[in-house]
């Protein structure tokens, strides 16, 4: 658990476990502490993991004022620079992806491998829309619950969880979406996400990548991860069924072998 600093900005972040580094990336609305159920099955396949909360997320230092998403990736360069990891792999889910896509895209000897779940290469005028109905919502606890969480979930999962998401709704309708600075910080990531287009840089990015898409996505559907299927040279592209934009959060099991199976396996199999 430690800090170092980026533009007199306190970053967090955590190295856990040892073995080959894993930066994992968090979703816009995630912190560090998300990812502390999938930590012991990443020390059981012999991968550190690299937690760090992004620009104005988490328990790093509040912004104060609005900023491109590059300068995450910039952050996370300099992070990089600070732990003396020359290269590395990397998770990103979402706006956590971006952020993966925007190094990959500037930086690509820093990457390795990357596996990227319900990622979009740009933020088209329809994401705009969203981001802003999410800001305009934000004065209000319960219409940002509304607005935000059940198009995270698939149908299937929100009955199938209904007590859980009703107490999560309690939760956070109550604590982080009744903070004033949990909005502010939240209105500053959602509209860094606007300046968020990679599409032309696609065909630079050379690492293998893993792209993660979900049938029920109503945030960044299928189409977006076919995009960049299309436009980056070595990317494999898998949809699960039945499965909403919180891919990992709805089948962690499935998640982590796809992850874990994808960072492992190195050479090619060749059939005779």
Known sequence: MSNFVFE???????VVGEGRPLMLLNG???STKSWAPFLPALKQAGIQALLVDLLDQGQSEAMERDFPIQLQAEMLEALLTHLQIPKIDIFGTSYGGEVALNLAASRP???DRMVLANTVARTNAWLKEIGEAWILAGNNPRAYYATTIPVIYSPQFYDRKAEWMENRKLLLTETAFASTSFQ??????TRSAESHDVTEQLGNIPCPTL???SQQDHITPYEEQALLAEGMPNAE???LPQTGHASFYERPDLFTALLIGFLSH???VVLP
């Not at 007199?8 to 955590?14: C, G, N």
């Not at 502010?184 to 990531?189: E, P, Q, S, Y």
């Open 28 to 30: 816009i609305m995630m």
């Open 211 to 213: 792209l993660i898409s």
């Open 109 to 111: 000897d820093l990457v």
């Open 237 to 239: 592209l898998v949809m």
């Open 8 to 14: 007199d900005k306190a970053v967090y972040y955590e």
């Open 184 to 189: 502010t910080r939240m209105a500053r990531l």
């Open 266 to 268: 190195r050479d090619r």
